[in-house]
């Protein structure tokens, strides 16, 4: 199906302006589409068209790419992702009840977003942060220690903060 032209304009700007500062050869790709995804945690259609027109690759590669990689998203997400640890260690002391806390308070279930765009509830494995388990990881910040309570409390601070 093909792009709005709207659409393609509206993000080539910024497309651009992305593979310049990291260099338009295909090596770059995987920075590129992090640098790109940061703005709203996940890549569209015409984001991915314009970086592959950008580094003349055929957009079959770099979908392939944003595909494969858990870290990116092709769908879209809220503004900000908790990442839930499902690994052993974090399963063991409780991230069933973590999970469990963070799905009644948002009222999505894992791998979905809140209506307003604000929360993405997603699973990882270990986030290397083991020995505060159980972990979750909120865009770039680390909870550790969590309970159900505690869950509570972090929302909070997202609510509190929100812009
Ligand atoms: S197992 Fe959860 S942080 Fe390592």
Same mark, same amino acid.
């Given at each position: 199906?093909?792009?709005?032209?709207?659409? &393609?304009?509206?993000? %080539?700007?910024?497309?651009?302006?992305?593979?310049? !500062? @990291?260099?338009?050869?295909?090596?770059?790709? &995987? !920075?590129?589409?992090?640098?790109?995804?940061?703005?709203? @945690?996940?890549?569209? *259609?015409? *984001?991915?068209?314009? =970086?592959?027109?950008?580094? /003349?690759?055929?957009?079959?590669?770099?979908?392939?790419?944003?595909?494969?990689?858990?870290?990116?998203? =092709?769908?879209?997400?809220?503004?900000?992702?908790?990442?839930?640890?499902?690994?052993?260690?974090?399963?063991? =002391?409780?991230?069933?009840?973590?999970?469990?806390?963070?799905?009644?308070?948002?009222?999505? %279930?894992?791998? *979905?977003?809140? +209506?307003?765009? %604000?929360? +993405?509830?997603?699973? +990882?494995?270990?986030?290397?942060?083991?020995?505060?388990?159980?972990?979750?990881?909120?865009? /770039?910040?680390?909870?550790?220690?969590? +309970?159900?309570?505690?869950?509570?409390?972090?929302?909070? *601070?997202?609510?509190?903060?929100?812009?």
């Amino acid at each position: 199906m093909a792009i709005p032209k709207e659409q &393609l304009d509206s993000v %080539k700007e910024r497309v651009i302006q992305i593979v310049s !500062q @990291n260099g338009a050869k295909e090596e770059a790709l &995987l !920075q590129i589409l992090h640098d790109i995804q940061a703005d709203d @945690n996940s890549l569209s *259609e015409a *984001e991915l068209l314009q =970086v592959a027109r950008a580094l /003349d690759i055929p957009l079959s590669r770099v979908y392939g790419v944003a595909t494969f990689y858990s870290l990116y998203s =092709v769908q879209p997400r809220g503004k900000f992702i908790i990442r839930i640890c499902e690994s052993a260690p974090c399963h063991i =002391v409780g991230a069933r009840a973590v999970i469990s806390a963070f799905e009644e308070a948002l009222g999505i %279930k894992m791998g *979905e977003t809140t +209506t307003d765009g %604000k929360f +993405t509830l997603e699973a +990882t494995s270990c986030l290397g942060v083991c020995g505060v388990a159980p972990a979750v990881m909120i865009n /770039d910040e680390v909870y550790g220690n969590l +309970t159900p309570d505690k869950v509570v409390e972090v929302l909070a *601070e997202y609510d509190a903060d929100e812009a």
